[in-house]
């Protein structure tokens, strides 16, 4: 998904790259962004990274899912 559209990721190259302009030109939605894929069904979440600031994050944003 992309956090400035809250769509799917795009194949189309020329939509990809005015969509990636967007995205870098916006600030991101990450709990919006987060809510969202949860609701689609969405329930694993990996970060990548030496610390856990967007697993902590995210594990707020859904505290009140008991599936969580």
């Known amino acids: ?38 609701a689609a069904g969405i329930d694993t979440f990996l970060e990548i990274g030496p610390a856990q600031v967007l697993t902590q994050l995210t594990r707020k944003i859904l505290q009140h899912d008991p599936a969580v």
């Open 1 to 38: 998904y992309l956090s400035a559209t809250y769509t799917r990721f795009l194949a189309d190259t020329a939509d990809l790259r005015d969509s990636l302009v967007d995205q870098m030109s916006h600030p991101v939605e990450y709990v919006s962004v987060v809510r969202k894929l949860h």
